[in-house]
């Protein structure tokens, strides 16, 4: 195309000059470089956080070597010397872990299918904000609920000496890990496509057929991060096991043996460790162990969500 | 080849058990609200809100506790909400798509599954300890903070994303800066569901007790904090030690205790609730 | 070969009194390893109106989101080669993004109006720019209410959502808000296509009647809308590899009638025929 000029119209030099030179906006970049510090504030914090359990909690290997530390079966701070071995402790989260998961998974996996299957939408839409009431109820309320009403029961039920035991925290556990594995494993199954389902019915499946053959199996990897979910807060709740599982020292034999689990003990001996002390060390070295294994679980179960949300996602 | 009645009779029995399931899950929740209320309600007077405790906690009132966990909220309100949300404008409005971004939210999903007790033992060497803010409300609301900072961010971060791409477009292409555009018409959009995650937010702070038990509560104290620097009360310390460590606690009173938790942290929970409804009938 | 056009008005409007406004040289655009856009050149005329036609999925929109830079908010964008305003090469790293968008506005696919009343929507950008000043605001506000041919269908609901109007009343109010910065190009993302055919006609005579101050550039799937509108026309297609490429360029008159292109023709009887 030819462009030829005419005094009638403008030229590109009449044109109102507006300049595209880049401005200043100083107000501007300010405040947008508190945004990326915000947002860099997540990474600091988690990175704060290994930096102190390293930090407090690597100097009491010094005086225990991982092995004893990890395995011993005697936590005695206040001995000359002092012995510190968490097996009694990395045993009590393991078995209270373990019994409230088999306890909430069922019940949880269960009642997502229910909700997201089987129930009629005014029911679910009833029942699930019950179960996030649940999720908001504060673990010290769970515990006082455990040391009032079950243990007792627990008690009678068992003949024990105590109610405060394991299976009254796992319990209280399972109940507070409901929550999560509920609405996790729910979406799972939402997600499901209805394809999947119709053609099931079209080959003449009935309803529950479809849920046990279908559903739960597409749904399978999301369940998991579910279960992997409630692990993970069953492992890092702290205030009901410290109030309902007896705080035993020993190393249980038994579920219904009192116990201490290692947030427990962090709770139960920080206040009387001497700050920079052997004690002190040792906690922290505790704290350092249960956060590498609710990061495993977390990591893992995050890892197992994203694959379920990949396998949809078309 | 089994007969289709059998398969019935399994499908009613399965349909059963899922239903068992869910009355499993639900009624304890009814019970333990219904029972607490039933239980602490007549402990529930007017000087027991507004009293000291006198008698290690068995007598007068729980105020400087309700007082305490008040502060703690707000505590913990002032420090999370700016930076959430400028973290949440941060990964929604700014962030490409770059190792930095998925290392953010590496960090974000892994800090919410940090326990919380280990966010005591971070509060207690940081702030308690390095910064010199000793056993207070400060390093509390720091270290109660830091807990709910992941939360804020998540629900800030919904709250943006679901800001229509249109309303940016239109901003950005009449030369408004992205700044402006945030400021103007992606924040305010996203404010409810904003509000939503803070109050979520500051009703769990409200009823965390661990962190809280290595940083600063104390079970008695003669006087209200005056100064962020002091040590305070908290609503779930108090219940902690009185249901488990007084002995011969009036039980009237524990369940009082407990009931007032209880209504503090469910009453931010359905204001949570009914900012979403109201902001989704208003859409 | 004779081709049956229905064209109502064809523009004769003469483009050669222009001078360049727009100017794109070898421009290529990556999304990531894909290629959207292949060595496109042109040149856009000030005070006309230029029509960019093609099959769906050519980078019709792409090559339009390259002149105010709106590409650049897609992650993993690339862009080579050149393109200017007024003789400033636009993709320079000294040039200022937000002042290119307040000369070169852009109306959108779906009408986008902000959720606040009609004056607020008006107001947004200048408020933005700096005029603080009420009775200023208002009168920028009724002078491009009335630009835009919206005056008075709204001057009794000044203070109502702008989300309230009607289809076409909301994009003549987004059309508004992009004249209240006195921009000097305005690029429109096929502006009717979420419009009825009344909402259509009127937002066709608008831009005609914006022609005389403003460098228009359409892009639009409805060839008869490109016909009535434009003074040039631009045809693109996607090459095999799904590049976008410029076929065609000239005025619209010729690009109808007269096409040099075998592809042109094929599309625009393929079309009418």
């Known amino acids: 195309m030819t462009q030829t000029t005419n005094p009638s119209s403008p030229t590109a030099a009449e044109v109102p000059s507006r300049g595209l030179k880049r401005r200043l906006r100083l107000g501007e970049r300010v405040i947008e470089g508190w945004i990326f510090l915000a947002g860099l504030l997540a ?9 102190i359990l390293l930090k407090e909690g690597l100097p009491v290997f010094a005086n ?31 078995m209270i872990t373990l019994i409230s998961t088999i306890i909430a998974v069922p019940v949880g996996v269960a009642c997502a299918a229910y909700l997201s299957e089987v129930a009629p939408p005014k029911v679910a839409e009833t029942v699930k904000p019950i179960i996030e009431i649940l999720a908001g109820i504060p673990s010290v309320m769970m515990g006082f609920i455990g040391l009032a009403l079950l243990s007792p029961f627990v008690q009678s039920l068992f003949h024990l000496n105590t109610g405060l035991c394991g299976l009254t925290a796992a319990i209280m556990l399972s109940l507070m890990s409901l929550p999560i594995i509920v609405s996790v494993s729910e979406d799972a199954l939402h997600a499901v496509p209805r394809e999947f389902k119709e053609a099931s019915y079209a080959l003449g499946a009935t309803k529950w057929e479809t849920i046990w053959h279908v559903c739960i199996p597409a749904a399978l990897s999301g369940i998991a991060a579910a279960i992997m979910l409630g692990v993970g807060r069953a492992i890092g709740e702290t205030m009901t096991v410290l109030m309902v599982a007896g705080n035993a020292l020993a190393v249980p034999a038994s579920p ?27 906690i922290f070295a505790i704290g350092l162990i249960l956060f590498i294994l609710t990061l495993g679980v977390n990591i893992i179960a995050e890892r197992v969500l994203e694959r379920q949300k990949r396998k949809f996602s078309r | 080849m089994t007969t289709y009645s059998s398969r019935k009779i399994t499908q009613r029995t399965a349909f059963t058990f899922l239903t068992l399931a ?20 007549g402990a529930l007077t007017w000087d027991f809100l507004v009293q000291f405790p006198s008698q290690a906690g068995k007598a007068g009132g729980i105020l400087p506790a309700i007082i305490g966990t008040f502060y703690l909220m707000l505590g913990t309100l002032v420090f999370a909400l700016p930076i959430g949300v400028l973290a949440g404008i941060y990964l929604t409005e700014y962030a490409k ?24 033992l971070f509060g207690l060497s940081v702030f308690v300890m390095a910064f010199h ?9 720091l270290t109660l903070a830091c807990q709910a900072l992941a939360m804020v961010i998540t629900t800030s971060r919904e709250a943006l994303l679901s800001v229509p791409r249109e309303y940016r477009e239109g901003s950005l292409a009449i030369g408004v800066t992205r700044w402006q555009t945030v400021r103007h018409i992606v924040l305010p959009q996203a404010m409810p569901g904003i509000i939503t995650g803070a109050v979520l937010a500051i009703s769990r702070a409200a009823g965390e007790t661990a962190p809280i038990l290595i940083v600063g509560a104390a079970f008695l104290l003669p006087a209200l904090p005056t100064s962020p620097l002091d040590q305070f009360m908290a609503l779930p310390y108090h219940l902690y030690t009185v249901s488990a460590h007084v002995p011969n606690m009036p039980k009237e009173t524990v369940w009082g205790v407990a009931l007032v938790l209880l209504i503090v942290v469910l009453s931010f929970d359905i204001l949570a609730a009914a900012i979403r409804i109201k902001t989704r009938m208003r859409k | 070969m004779s081709i049956n056009l229905n064209v109502p008005e064809m523009s004769n409007k003469p483009i050669d009194k222009c001078v360049t406004k727009l100017k794109v040289e070898n421009a290529s655009l990556y999304y990531g390893s894909f290629q959207a856009l292949r060595k496109i050149t042109l040149e856009i005329p000030s005070c006309a109106i230029t029509a960019i036609i093609g099959p769906s999925g050519c980078g019709k929109s792409t090559l339009l989101r390259l002149f105010n830079r709106m590409n650049d908010l897609i ?6 080669g050149n393109v200017e305003l007024d003789g400033i090469s636009i993709y320079d790293s000294k040039i200022d993004v937000t002042e290119l968008r307040k000369r070169v506005g852009m109306v959108f696919q779906k009408p986008n109006p902000f959720p606040m009343s009609v004056t607020e929507n008006v107001a947004f950008g200048p408020k933005r720019h700096g005029v603080k000043n009420r009775g200023e605001l208002d009168e920028i506000v009724e002078k491009s209410l009335k630009q835009a041919a919206l005056w008075d269908e709204v001057k009794d609901k000044l203070g109502q959502s702008g989300l309230a109007l009607s289809g076409g009343q909301q994009q003549r109010l987004c059309i508004a808000r992009v004249l209240a910065v006195e921009p000097e190009v305005i690029l429109m993302d096929e502006p009717c296509s979420a419009l009825d055919p009344v909402a259509t006609l009127k937002i066709e005579d608008l831009m005609r009647n914006l022609a005389a101050d403003y460098t228009i550039i359409i892009v639009t799937h409805n060839m008869q809308q490109a016909a009535r509108v434009s003074d040039t026309a631009a045809f693109m297609m996607m090459e095999s590899d799904r590049a976008g490429v410029l076929v065609e360029y000239g ?9 040099k292109d075998k592809r042109t023709e094929d599309y625009i009887t393929g079309r009418f025929g």
């Open chain 2, 22 to 41: 869910t009355v499993i899950t639900v009624v304890p929740v009814l019970f333990i609200i219904i029972y607490t209320i039933v239980k602490g309600g």
């Open chain 1, 43 to 51: 990474i600091v914090v988690l990175l704060g956080i290994i930096f």
């Open chain 3, 75 to 80: 992650s993993g964008v690339k862009v080579e």
């Open chain 1, 64 to 94: 225990t070597n991982p092995w004893d530390f990890l395995f011993g079966t005697h936590w005695y701070p206040n001995a000359d010397p002092s012995v510190f071995g968490i097996a009694p402790f990395l045993v009590s989260t393991l």
């Open chain 2, 133 to 141: 803010f000793g056993l207070s409300l400060l390093a509390a609301s």
């Open chain 1, 256 to 282: 219904v043996d009192p116990m201490t689990t290692m947030t427990a003990a962090i709770a139960n001996s920080i206040g009387n460790a001497v700050r920079g002390g052997v004690q002190y060390q040792a």
């Open chain 3, 251 to 259: 005025p619209t008159a010729q690009l109808f009638t007269n096409p």
């Open chain 2, 97 to 120: 798509d770059n190792w930095l971004t998925r290392l953010i939210n590496l960090a974000i999903i892994n800090l919410a599954g940090v326990p919380s007790i280990v966010f005591g």
